[in-house]
């Protein structure tokens, strides 16, 4: 019988080598005008974008002056930054102008790729949007590519928390604007409940180019954006119910972790009856009668603070206020708070100050923000898993773009232990032999909890190495650029520092220190667990290897791990027993590492299904 996966991933790349075999013929175009651009003094690069937006008021379509504009952009970016576009970039530029996604690997350069097609755009003068994943780089991109779009004529800005109206209309004019997602999609809520038109920041939504497209479009899609105003106090309510809710015993409810929910047994609800009846708060004797629907929401809302979320994990509590950690980053969300009187009963289970509960006043999908957009496209290191996604959701086709350099990164297969105990001695092995010999490595986690654990078993045995918990972008940048320096040893969660390069031998470059990296195997990413989605490590994977560089990987799974406990099939431990694995022995079968991604591919199609249901 036919594998439709093996089916649908030759379908793939038969079209894809087909799309890129037509994109290399407009490449040849943009190469045959190198010359006559090289010819221009500096002062004409201006001169030439004037004459651009004239034939495109005359007429002429974009992809008629694609050739020698992208000709002009990788002279400017020569002259302006020493880097000229790979001929794979032109490939990626090509691309996202047309309206699709490039998926291209780590360190191949998206940034100055993303500088083509916006350019290109930016000659409409509607405004062109960059999406980033944070603020950071929305500066950091917005500073160093602007010097390009300034040497030809352009004008560029970014959008950052802080800024006031008169700043963020200011930037919106620009022709092109770098922000993040959420900056966009709130500055839209606050348009739409503006008073008057001078109030209205954004103009029209033209065209957006998405950096890290999936973090942006997939994995922060399940969140809607909300702006919300105070609802009534109900602060006691929730403290007395949270001390109800500590009452019971574990037989008084189930947990569902796969779909993170928890509902109370028959015992419970009696338990529950029986305490609200005596307080004279339950209406009709019964707890499910409609007049205790406010009654049920808050036990429902306790028993998921007080079982289902964890401190530490999805939470932490920092100056008094509880603070929301990105369950795919690691990151604390500031400002963000969990809706519908969730955030609430975390605060009374803590013991914090309880904030006044909101009500929503707007809201918007990302789903729906984006599809606002005449054009859009975006590029990434990983985006072929979730091209069934795109395609359905956003309407966007993904095109892979061949690497500069040929990949020669070493990925080992997964090390499968029975327990998490005989899994993170394997994984402190490995660290200690690496960091002999002095091989730089990256250790990815699941969470800041498990971080903090890896970091204690380091700790312990005395190696020397950094925690990140991305709470500051820059500091985060900083270190993760450095990741590639000699003994380094960097302990984070899932993607960090996206969007900043890993030198090997560390930022400054130098060449000798290069090489040292290069003969010791370059950064040796270790995973300490499989993720929820393979897009995930992919992600992790691609932060060793860039560019043609030495580099390996490898991930650690145990039977105990959440993916395999809640999402594995019983049968694993039955099958490890059969081919007779000893304590502290891995295994490496490809029906494991079937069954690992049959795990990952439900946690996929489940989260999909969120998406597509909100």
């Not at 221009?40 to 004459?51: A, G, Q, R, S």
Request: proline share 1%; net charge neutral.
């Amino acid at each position: 019988m036919l594998n439709p996966f093996k089916f649908l991933s030759k379908f793939f790349s038969s079209s894809n080598q087909k799309e890129l075999n037509r994109i290399k013929k407009i490449v040849e175009k943009v190469n045959n005008y190198e010359e006559k651009v090289i010819k221009l003094k500096d002062k004409e690069f201006p001169i030439k974008t004037d004459e651009f937006k004239k034939k495109i008021k005359n007429g002429n379509t974009l992809d008629s002056i694609l050739p020698e504009a992208f000709a002009l952009v990788r002279e400017a970016s020569k002259r302006v930054r020493e880097e000229r576009h790979f001929d794979v970039q032109i490939m990626g530029g090509i691309t996202l102008h047309e309206g699709k996604i490039a998926e291209m690997k780590t360190g191949e350069g998206k940034t100055l790729t993303i500088v083509l097609a916006a350019y290109l755009n930016g000659l409409m003068e509607k405004g062109v949007h960059i999406v980033t994943v944070n603020d950071y780089l929305a500066k950091r991109d917005c500073e160093e590519m602007g010097k390009i779009y300034s040497f030809l004529g352009l004008s560029s800005g970014f959008i950052n928390n802080g800024q006031d109206d008169y700043a963020r209309k200011k930037n919106y004019d620009c022709d092109i604007t770098y922000a993040t997602n959420s900056e966009l999609g709130f500055d839209y809520l606050r348009d739409n409940m503006s008073a008057s038109k001078e109030q209205i920041v954004q103009r029209e939504h033209y065209f957006s180019i998405v950096d890290e497209i999936d973090s942006c479009l997939i994995d922060e899609a399940r969140t809607p954006l909300v702006i919300s105003g105070a609802a009534e106090n109900k602060t006691d309510q929730y403290l007395s119910v949270d001390k109800i809710v500590k009452q019971l015993n574990p037989e008084d409810y189930e947990v569902d972790e796969k779909d993170k929910n928890i509902l109370l047994t028959n015992q419970g609800i009696d338990k529950v009856e029986k305490i609200f009846s005596s307080a004279g708060i339950l209406k009709n004797n019964n707890f499910y009668d409609p007049g205790n629907l406010n009654l049920v929401h808050h036990v429902n809302q306790a028993l998921k603070a007080n079982h289902l979320f964890e401190k530490g994990r999805d939470y932490i509590v920092k100056d008094d206020s509880l603070k929301i950690i990105d369950e795919l980053t690691g990151r604390i969300l500031e400002g963000r708070r969990y809706g519908d009187g969730l955030h609430q009963a975390l605060e009374a289970k803590e013991k914090i100050d309880i904030q006044v509960e909101n009500q929503t006043l707007a809201s918007i999908t990302y789903q729906n923000y984006f599809k606002l957009y005449s054009k859009i496209s975006g590029c990434t290191g990983t985006a072929v898993t979730e091209s069934e996604e795109f395609f359905e959701i956003y309407d966007l086709n993904v095109v892979s773009i061949p690497t500069n350099k040929k990949m020669i990164r070493q990925d080992w297969n997964d090390q499968i232990f029975r327990t998490l105990e005989e899994k993170d001695s394997a994984i402190i092995k490995k660290i200690e032999e690496c960091n002999k010999k002095g091989q730089p490595i990256l250790v990815f986690t699941a969470s800041i909890n498990k971080s903090e654990h890896y970091s204690n078993l380091l700790k312990n045995l005395k190696i020397k190495h950094i925690v990140l918990n991305a709470k500051n972008h820059e500091g985060e940048a900083e270190i993760i650029a450095n990741a590639g320096t000699k003994n380094s040893i960097i302990i984070t969660t899932s993607i960090s520092g996206r969007g900043v390069d890993i030198k090997l031998g560390g930022k400054e470059n130098k060449n000798n220190k290069k090489d040292e990296i290069k003969s010791l195997g370059g950064l040796f990413v270790i995973g300490t667990e499989r993720m929820e989605s393979r897009r995930v490590d992919n992600q992790a994977r691609g932060r060793s290897g860039r560019q043609g560089d030495e580099g390996e990987s490898i991930f650690y799974v145990s039977l105990e791990d959440d993916l395999m406990r809640i999402f594995g099939s019983d049968s694993m431990n039955n099958i490890l027993k059969k081919l007779g694995l000893k304590d502290g022995e891995s295994i490496d079968h490809p029906w494991i590492n079937k069954a690992l991604e049959r795990a990952q591919q439900k946690v996929e199609a489940r989260n999909f299904d969120i998406r597509k249901t909100l």
